[in-house]
């Protein structure tokens, strides 16, 4: 049995020494990248296996125009990284417990986790017209930085009720993405004048709508919130309705200074919001708000219309001058012209 071991030994250092000859010829050579991998893992270096294995799969990409046999082994290569990857994830995580941490009692540290194995992509803010610099990168706001949320959520019901005398009037709902005669209409997402994502405004680009008169209730949960306030861009307060089987595609928000807040009316299980690299489901009367120069998109997989109350407040982040100061900005903006893209929700 000794021998045996010697002589396998013998056998991996051997077609180390292969692999990385033809390496030096060839660093992209899939097949010796595979072949070092093997003699890695054979020799106990699982860590370093597991990156030779990763670089051959990289490489080859979608695997087009490969022989099948060459195919075969990239699979042998993913199931083996795999595995490596699961043990050494078995490893830091038993490591952590046995040094006294539970590694999921911190979001943050739980994310660097799910970041470094690869389990999850880094998602970063993208507005598509203004960045404000040195604002926290967080896709769902903490409760305990908008405890005035709360307070929305006890008025959830009233608000669902108000809700409810719309719906049982005319249709008032209209598409949320409408074409403007001002501005190119090109880059919609194939969302522009598409009735599956409507909604009833109660303030739009800033201006009170004469609907916000019918739902006296959802107007008071909203008072005293630090609603963003630009003159002519917003507040945007509305009913947004998702028609079932609907998907609104992963899009950017056009400014970081400000957080959109859902308020789920009615949310029929199947419908899902995402935000970043967190999948979220819409529950009746359960609020959040979120950065949504974040990647994000929304599916109704349900039966039935889903529909929430949305509105945009300041960046808790953002002082009482910054803030007046971006206004400020928009407002100088808008004096240039006439007023540019419409910030929407």
């Known amino acids: 049995m000794a021998n045996a071991g010697i002589e396998a030994r013998e056998a991996h250092t051997r077609r180390l020494a292969e692999a990385e000859v033809r390496l030096q010829t060839d660093p992209r050579d899939l097949r010796a990248l595979i072949a070092k991998a093997d003699a890695l893992?054979?020799?106990?270096?699982g860590r370093s296996a597991a990156s030779f294995y990763s670089a051959a799969l990289r490489i080859a990409g979608d695997g087009r125009g490969l022989p099948p046999d060459l195919i075969a082994e990239l699979r042998r290569a993913q199931i083996a990284a795999t595995g490596q990857a699961e043990r050494f994830q078995t490893h830091l995580d038993q490591s952590l417990r046995a040094a006294g941490f539970d590694p999921s009692g911190s979001g943050r540290f739980a994310l660097s986790l799910d970041l470094m194995a690869g389990r999850k992509q880094l998602y970063q803010q993208q507005p598509l017209f203004y960045l404000f610099p040195g604002l926290p990168q967080i896709q769902f706001q903490p409760r305990d930085t908008i405890p005035w949320l709360a307070q929305v959520e006890q008025a959830a019901a009233d608000i669902r009720g108000e809700l409810g005398v719309l719906l049982a009037g005319t249709d008032v709902f209209r598409p949320y993405v409408e074409r403007r005669e001002n501005r190119p209409n090109g880059d919609t997402l194939g969302m522009i004048d598409n009735p599956d994502w409507s909604a009833l405004f109660l303030w739009k680009d800033g201006i009170e709508q004469p609907l916000a008169a019918r739902c006296p209730r959802t107007m008071e949960a909203l008072a005293g919130l630090p609603l963003c306030r630009v003159p002519g861009r917003t507040p945007s307060i509305l009913f947004s309705k998702l028609a079932p089987g609907a998907r609104i595609p992963p899009h950017h928000g056009l400014i970081n200074t400000r957080l959109i807040c859902h308020l789920p009316l009615i949310a029929p299980p199947g419908s899902r919001f995402r935000v970043g690299n967190e999948v979220r489901e819409w529950k009746e009367g359960e609020a959040w708000a979120f950065d949504d120069t974040i990647e994000h998109e929304a599916r109704n997989?349900?039966?039935?219309?889903?529909?929430?109350?949305?509105?945009?407040?300041?960046?808790?982040?953002?002082?009482?001058?910054?803030?007046?100061?971006?206004?400020?900005?928009?407002?100088?903006?808008?004096?240039?012209?006439?007023?540019?893209?419409?910030?929407?929700?």
């Open 41 to 45: 893992e054979g020799l106990g270096d």
């Open 301 to 345: 997989d349900s039966g039935q219309d889903r529909t929430i109350l949305i509105f945009d407040v300041w960046k808790p982040e953002l002082t009482e001058e910054e803030r007046d100061l971006v206004s400020t900005l928009f407002e100088s903006i808008d004096t240039y012209g006439a007023g540019g893209a419409a910030w929407g929700v």
